[in-house]
Structures are given as structure tokens and as C-alpha cells.
């Protein structure tokens, strides 16, 4: 039986990419896009909120360098903008504020 080519959206690629590489108790991946002047549909623009026992010890560059890394590709592909914050379990139990997205001025 031959298997069909699935074609995942960049959303789902940013999840699965994301709980691989960090094994996030808590992930959120939120298209933005919407947000910017691209065309309808695109994926282009995200926000991640992910909670991960792989922050601890790490300042924010590092727990930053290490999203970028897991979505690398991505970002070759095209994800042209990523909001990240990022939390270690702890900081996110007394996190009751995630910052609003801002909209595009261009």
C-alpha cells in the first residue's frame, strides 16, 4: 500500500519540531500572520509559548538560541518572524501574563 505525501502545516511542523527538541510540558504555537501585511493563509508569522525543563540554568539567549536551532529549517524555508517566550515549569506557574503580540506597522 503506498503512502501518501502528507503535507503538514507550518504550525504543525513548529509543534512537532518543538516537542522533539525540548519536550515542553506546555506548548503553544499561535500564527500570527493574519497580523502582518502577507497574503491570506500565509505562515509566516508565529508566536511560541513553551515551557520546558531543558531552560533550567539557561538565560533567555540560550533558551532562544535553542528554538532557533530546532526550527532552523524553517526559517530557511520562510518563517520569517518568531515571538518566543519562553518558561521553565517554575516560571510558569506564577506566569499569569504572556505578552499580547503587537500589530504590524509595514
Given at each position: 500500500m503506498p503512502i501518501e505525501n502528507i503535507v503538514m502545516s507550518v504550525e504543525q511542523i513548529?509543534?512537532?519540531k518543538l516537542t522533539a527538541a525540548l519536550?515542553?510540558?506546555?506548548?503553544?504555537?499561535?500564527?500570527?500572520?493574519?497580523?502582518?501585511?502577507v497574503p491570506p493563509n500565509s505562515e509566516t508569522h508565529f508566536k511560541v509559548i513553551i515551557t520546558s525543563s531543558e531552560f533550567e540554568g539557561k538565560r533567555l539567549i540560550g533558551r532562544h538560541r535553542a528554538v532557533n536551532e530546532a526550527l532552523a529549517e524553517e526559517f530557511a524555508r520562510g518563517l520569517h518572524a518568531l515571538s518566543?517566550?519562553?518558561?521553565?515549569?517554575?516560571?510558569?506557574?506564577?506566569?499569569?501574563?504572556?505578552?499580547?503580540?503587537?500589530?504590524c506597522k509595514g
Amino acid at each position: 500500500m503506498p503512502i501518501e505525501n502528507i503535507v503538514m502545516s507550518v504550525e504543525q511542523i513548529i509543534t512537532e519540531k518543538l516537542t522533539a527538541a525540548l519536550s515542553p510540558s506546555h506548548l503553544e504555537v499561535i500564527n500570527e500572520s493574519h497580523n502582518h501585511h502577507v497574503p491570506p493563509n500565509s505562515e509566516t508569522h508565529f508566536k511560541v509559548i513553551i515551557t520546558s525543563s531543558e531552560f533550567e540554568g539557561k538565560r533567555l539567549i540560550g533558551r532562544h538560541r535553542a528554538v532557533n536551532e530546532a526550527l532552523a529549517e524553517e526559517f530557511a524555508r520562510g518563517l520569517h518572524a518568531l515571538s518566543m517566550h519562553t518558561y521553565t515549569p517554575q516560571e510558569w506557574l506564577v506566569e499569569t501574563d504572556v505578552p499580547v503580540s503587537p500589530k504590524c506597522k509595514g
